[in-house]
């Protein structure tokens, strides 16, 4: 059988190894000593590891489920050539399960004096920022035999953003806005609405909106138009306790609502409101406020990719405190947390009028689709005793939804994957009412 490589070059030399060679060793035993000088000549030809000068550069953010490129310059300040195989460690949620070890290690050689890019590709599963770790470098000989090894520390950080989602529903909510803002032939009538202009009366207008004066100097019954106000402000809070830790699908519902909130943010700031953030549980985790109409979202963005669900129970108090003061003049406070029965009637419901009284409010929270599919199962004991545990929980949740009705609070309850929809068209409705 024909022998090759390093197998080839010990018989060569007339030695025989002592145990069989393994990539995780840095070396091979030999008995005798053409071996070991020729081993030792082998490390010694291998390119130093602490003298090479490793930088980075590329990607410092990308939304989850998209690539991010991280790009590594190894340069060889030393006369020797480097060959080399490197590992370029990263946690593991910045790759897709199974992948890391094919996208973490690379083969580089790199004449002396000269430089050598490499690549690594990152695909993250989770949102925050994810930090380089070390940069391991194993240096092999021309012979392959020995080789030496040390470990950079090369900082980088890439900040995983949420994904957005919802961002496909926004064409056709801003459609609905064009009709609001008066662009179309709908105009509208209410508390939060600035007049627009007069035109002939129709049957069916409201007989509030006519304009006496204008209609005494003409032969027709004259109303006045409305439409929205604008650069009304607009508080997002999230609710990031513990009951934001729940995952609904595959995700947490805190998830949800950011997607939710994005979305909102989006059309409000495209309909000329000012939109600010407040995301809490027993202290302010992200604030964001002032920001103007093009900066708005990418700031929203920023400030929750790092956010996560603390499990602590949210002080409803302290958080309606820190609502009041970030919100001075009237406001819509849209409040994204849960409608479970316990935190609502314990926490939310004893400090709600102090918002009520100053603001517009509206609940929206996260429902789970598996509850409703549990309510519909049938066919075995099991799956009634299910139904029946459904249908109880759907009870419960309907009942605290009408109590916050009841104190005049708009409650918006869907699916995560229509509850940004949801949220965007209860604006909307609001905004054509005039209670913005």
Same mark, same amino acid.
């Given at each position: ?11 060569? &030399? ?15 035993? #030999? ?58 460690? %990263?946690?593991?949620?910045? %790759? ?9 290690? /690379?083969?580089?050689? @790199? ?32 012979? !392959? ?6 470990? /950079?520390? @090369?900082?980088?950080? +890439? ?73 009304? =402000? ?33 059309? #409000?700031?495209?309909? !000329?409101?000012? *939109? ?23 700031? &929203? +963005? ?9 499990? *602590?129970?949210?002080?409803?108090? !302290? ?31 004893? +400090? $709600?009028?102090? $918002?009520?009284?100053? /603001? ?9 689709? =598996? ?12 799956? +009634? ?5 459904? #249908? ?5 949740? =309907?009942?605290?939804?009408?109590? $916050?009705?009841? /104190? ?10 229509? $509850?940004?929809? #949801? ?12 209670? &913005?």
């Amino acid at each position: 059988m024909p022998l090759t490589g390093r197998a080839a070059l010990l018989a060569a &030399l007339g030695s025989v190894p002592v145990g069989i060679w393994d990539p995780g060793w840095t070396g091979i035993l #030999a008995v005798n000593g053409p071996l070991a000088v020729a081993c030792a000549c082998d490390f010694a030809l291998a390119a130093p590891v602490r003298r090479l000068v490793l930088t980075r550069s590329g990607d410092t953010s990308a939304r989850l489920g998209e690539t991010a490129d991280v790009t590594l310059t190894v340069t060889n300040p030393s006369r020797r050539p480097l060959r080399a195989r490197l590992r370029d460690a %990263w946690p593991p949620s910045s %790759w897709q399960p199974g992948t890391e070890f094919e996208a973490s290690r /690379h083969r580089v050689t @790199v004449p002396p004096g000269e430089r050598r890019r490499i690549t690594t590709r990152l695909r993250p599963t989770r949102r925050g920022d994810r930090h380089a770790d070390r940069v391991t470098i194993r240096s092999y000989g021309p012979l !392959g035999l020995f080789s030496r090894q040390g470990a /950079h520390r @090369v900082p980088w950080t +890439v900040r995983v953003l949420p994904p957005f989602a919802s961002r496909k529903h926004l064409p056709s909510k801003l459609a609905r806005l064009r009709e609001l803002d008066g662009r179309t032939s709908v105009l509208i009538r209410g508390q939060g609405t600035e007049f627009d202009s007069l035109r002939d009366y129709v049957p069916g207008d409201d007989t509030r909106s006519i304009d006496w004066r204008a209609t005494a100097r003409q032969t027709a019954v004259a109303v006045r138009t409305w439409r929205p106000e604008r650069d009304r =402000h607009i508080l997002l809070v999230l609710d990031t306790g513990r009951t934001s830790a729940g995952r609904v699908g595959d995700a947490p519902r805190l998830d949800a609502s950011m997607d939710a909130a994005l979305l909102l943010a989006a059309l #409000a700031s495209r309909a !000329g409101d000012r *939109v600010d953030l407040l995301a809490y549980d027993r202290r302010p985790r992200a604030l964001v406020q002032g920001r103007t109409a093009r900066d708005v979202l990418p700031s &929203l +963005v920023n400030a929750m990719a790092t956010l996560e669900p603390e499990l *602590v129970e949210t002080d409803a108090r !302290g958080l309606t405190a820190m609502a009041l003061r970030t919100t001075p003049r009237r406001s819509l406070i849209v409040l994204l947390t849960t409608l479970d029965a316990a935190p609502v009637e314990e926490g939310l419901l004893p +400090v $709600l009028a102090q $918002l009520t009284q100053r /603001h517009t409010v509206l609940v929206a929270s996260v429902a789970d689709p =598996h509850i409703a599919g549990m309510a519909t199962a049938r066919g075995n004991a099991d799956a +009634v005793y299910e139904a029946a545990a459904a #249908a109880q929980a759907q009870t419960e949740r =309907h009942r605290t939804a009408e109590q $916050l009705r009841r /104190h005049g609070v708009t409650v918006v309850d869907a699916t995560p994957d229509d $509850l940004a929809p #949801a949220l965007a068209d209860a604006y909307l409705a609001l905004k054509a009412a005039g209670r &913005l």
